[in-house]
C-alpha cells in the first residue's frame, strides 16, 4: 500500500515557476514508477511526466518538455515536479501516481495509486 499527497501548488502569474511535491508512505515507494498527470475543467486527465524507479529515465508529454523536469528523492519517499516557464494552459489539478511498469508510465489507467491533487492556476 502506498499512500501519496501532493503538495506546492498555487495562484501564479504566467511565466512563474512553482515547484511540486508528493510525498509517498510506506516501504515500498522506490519500487514504483512515479507520474504526474493533470486534469483542467472540463477535459480528460492527462500525462504529464514520468520517472523510473532510480531517477535515471523521465518521460514528458510534448506541452511541457523543457519547461518541466520530474525527480525524486527515495531517502525522503518523495517525487517533484518543478515547473517553469507556467503558461495559463497550465492551469489544472496536478496528481501524482503511482505503477509498477515503465511501459505504462502514460496511461492512467495502469496506475496503482493515487494523490488527492494539487490546483494549479497560471494567470495571464
Known amino acids: 500500500q502506498v499512500q501519496l499527497v501532493e503538495s506546492g501548488g498555487g495562484l501564479v502569474q504566467a511565466g512563474d515557476s512553482l515547484r511540486l511535491s508528493c510525498a509517498g508512505s510506506?516501504?515500498?515507494?522506490?519500487?514504483?514508477?512515479m507520474g504526474w498527470f493533470r486534469q483542467a475543467p472540463g477535459k480528460e486527465r492527462e500525462f504529464v511526466a514520468g520517472?523510473?524507479?532510480?531517477?535515471?529515465?523521465?518521460y514528458y508529454t510534448d506541452s511541457v518538455k523543457g519547461r518541466f523536469t520530474i525527480s525524486r528523492d527515495n531517502a525522503k519517499n518523495t517525487v517533484y515536479l518543478q515547473m517553469n516557464s507556467l503558461k495559463p494552459e497550465d492551469t489544472a489539478v496536478y496528481y501524482c501516481a503511482a505503477v509498477r511498469r515503465w511501459s505504462a508510465v502514460t496511461t492512467g489507467g495502469e496506475y496503482d495509486y493515487w494523490g488527492q491533487g494539487t490546483q494549479v492556476t497560471v494567470s495571464s
Open positions: 510506506g516501504r515500498t515507494f522506490s519500487a514504483y514508477i
Open positions: 520517472i523510473s524507479l532510480s531517477g535515471g529515465r523521465t
